[in-house]
């Protein structure tokens, strides 16, 4: 099982944070957590910079962190 992390900003500056646990094969967990973060963030559940303002695209992503988790 692995962890992930991804980091970034939206429209205006807003920041966000998407995270979950994922299953698989290492070199699949890319596109994996591609998609739960977008889903996170445009379903209004990641966790923002600025509580209570959703975060609008176009997306920068400046962290993306896949460990295992122990």
């Not at 998407?18 to 957590?33: I, M, S, V």
């Not at 176009?58 to 295992?68: A, D, G, N, S």
């Amino acid at each position: 099982m692995y962890r992930y992390e991804i980091c970034g900003t939206g429209n205006g500056g807003q920041s966000w944070k998407t995270q979950g646990t994922l299953e698989g094969r290492f070199p699949d967990l890319t596109g994996k957590a591609m998609r739960e973060s977008f889903i996170q963030l445009t379903q209004g559940k990641a966790i923002y910079g600025k509580p209570g303002v959703r975060c609008h695209g176009p997306y920068h992503i400046t962290k993306f962190l896949i460990e295992e988790a122990l």
